[in-house]
């Protein structure tokens, strides 16, 4: 009797050793779904910096507003008839220092 009860525990045990521990086990099934939530997170970023520059393009395409903003902002340029007035911070060690005596 004891050689039946101890062969059907090996063979349960046989049995669960696939289900947690094997290729397809519940381990490895709740790994993979960390490493896909982190993948969707990764995903959802880039969709939103994918958005943002699709919407750049199509701006830049369709209106001169935004190359007009790219070309004052990234290489100085002006209009006709404006003025580029530019103030430069005070250099403190240029200044002379007032002495009380």
């Known amino acids: 009797m004891r050689i039946v009860i101890y062969s059907m525990l090996v063979l349960l045990i046989a049995i669960q050793y696939p289900l947690w521990l094997g290729k397809g086990g519940w381990l490895k099934v709740y790994e993979m779904e960390k490493q896909v939530e982190l993948q969707e997170a990764k995903n959802s970023l880039l969709a939103l910096r994918n958005a943002k520059l699709a919407g750049d393009v199509k701006d830049l395409k369709d209106g001169t507003r935004a190359i007009e903003e790219r070309a004052r902002a990234e290489h100085g340029l002006i209009k006709e008839g404006e003025f580029f007035v ?11 220092t007032e002495t009380k005596q």
């Open 86 to 96: 530019q103030i430069l911070p005070v250099d403190k060690s240029a200044v002379p």
